[in-house]
């Protein structure tokens, strides 16, 4: 797959580099010390340690990287125009240094000011988000005859950002000058972005470009609206969860987010028989399928909290595995499954040490499957199990972001080699 566009502008670059170092100083990394300090170590971690991890997981690496991506791919599925270079310029500008100020204002009394410069973070995000949001609008507006719902996806998907970037600011005015918005939940805002914002656009683009890449059959369009109102109730559902959780009544709410996995393994059917693959490849497809089964045991997990309302029994780290379930395996694995498919194809390269990548996307699944041993804890061998599984994430990540990084060098060295191949052509031109 080459979609090197014709001008040589590479707008997803710089959300692609941001994105890589967030997730890796200090979404995997700070993760990694987290788990091991809490399950292995068993020493407790500060709250604002388990909070920048999240901003950095969440808006720092799935929000910029999806952003990057769909700036190339958005214009093309839509079919609309691409984003001006202002735009592209104000959204990374705005993005990137608001994800920054945001992660350094949970320095607390580490970091002098540290308040301060979370407010600005999060009022910038807003204004990124908001412009995002805005392009996406455009491009379903003036969409032609849509063929699936791939734009009522994914422009849905980036509403919920704006939602989740509202309510980061609500949540951070809160923490910085107290006052009734101290009590927003923090919960209020990772769920609205990973459920709806990142969910959202990830089944969005598996409607076509995920479908090609795992070898399956295009999901038929009867089944996609089923699969898109059963995902917005499923978000809502645990929005209000997430207003009520002290509320015993509201545990059948965890059913909403699981009937909507459930709906949407249904629509996309990942798991039937494939195309067979034209010679050796990475392990895209396994990345994406596992992503899936991930989806699947998160909603296992999901419909067992459901069950505390009729008298089940709920593990002490129940949640902490469900909530792992989805992020680290549904959500982190299928996103670093499509930029290993997208990066190198946008650059116009092959994907670059293949087996480093792949070493990658085994560390990441491992890493997700030990995540969900938490549920037998407190059992000592599974919190050292769930702790291991941070020094492997944060390993998998960086080997999957090495190759990332690697993609973008070469594309740039193409890139290059084209604009003195142009320039040559010119200077020929001119002479004759």
């Given at each position: ?33 987290n788990l091991w300090s809490l399950h292995v170590l068993q ?13 950095a997981q969440v808006f720092g690496f799935m929000w910029l ?83 699936d719902w791939l734009p009522v996806f994914v422009t849905s ?276």
């Open positions: 797959m080459r979609l090197m566009p014709q001008n040589l502008r590479a707008p997803w670059v710089p959300f692609v580099i941001a994105s890589v170092v967030f997730t890796v100083l200090v979404g995997a990394l700070n993760g990694a010390w020493v407790p971690v500060p709250v604002e340690h388990h909070q920048s991890h999240a901003i990287l999806k952003v990057g991506i769909s700036f190339h791919l958005a214009p093309r599925l839509m079919g609309g125009a691409p984003p001006s270079p202002k735009l592209v310029k104000s959204v990374a500008l705005a993005g990137i240094s608001g994800v920054a100020l945001l992660v350094l204002g949970r320095f607390g009394s580490l970091l002098p000011g540290s308040a301060f410069l979370g407010l600005v973070g999060a009022v910038l995000l807003l204004a990124a988000v908001t412009l995002w949001t805005r392009f996406f609008w455009q491009l379903f507006l003036a969409r032609p005859t849509p063929t998907g980036a509403s919920w950002w704006s939602f989740s970037a509202v309510m980061l600011l609500g949540w951070q005015l809160g923490q910085s000058i107290g006052g009734p918005l101290a009590r927003i939940p923090f919960d209020l805002v990772t769920m609205s972005g990973l459920l709806g914002g990142t969910g959202g656009c990830i089944l969005g683009i598996t409607l076509r470009a995920g479908a090609c890449a795992m070898r399956i059959a295009h999901p038929p369009v009867s089944r996609q609206g089923i699969g898109f109102f059963a995902w917005q109730l499923g978000t809502v559902a645990l929005l209000v969860k997430t207003l009520t959780p002290f509320e015993s009544w509201s545990d059948v709410l965890w059913l909403g987010p699981a009937l909507a996995i459930v709906v949407m393994v249904w629509v996309v059917r990942p798991f039937q028989k494939v195309a067979p693959a034209m010679g050796p490849e990475p392990l895209i497809r396994f990345a994406m399928v596992a992503s899936w089964a991930f989806g699947l045991a998160g909603a296992v997990l999901m419909t067992w909290q459901a069950l505390a309302l009729v008298g089940v029994t709920q593990p002490p780290l129940l949640r902490d595995a469900a909530r792992h379930a989805f992020t680290l395996g549904f959500g982190q694995l299928g996103v670093l499954a499509f930029a290993g498919r997208m990066v190198p194809g946008f650059e116009g390269v092959r994907l670059p040490s293949r087996g480093i990548f792949d070493a990658g996307i085994l560390f990441v699944t491992a890493s997700a499957g030990l995540r969900l041993l938490s549920v037998f804890g407190p059992s000592r061998g599974a919190l050292v199990a769930s702790g291991v599984s941070g020094p492997l994430a944060l390993v998998g990540v960086c080997l999957v972001s090495w190759c990332l990084v690697r993609a973008l060098r070469g594309g740039a060295a193409l890139r290059r080699e084209l604009e003195t191949s142009r320039a040559a052509v010119t200077v020929r031109l001119v002479e004759a």
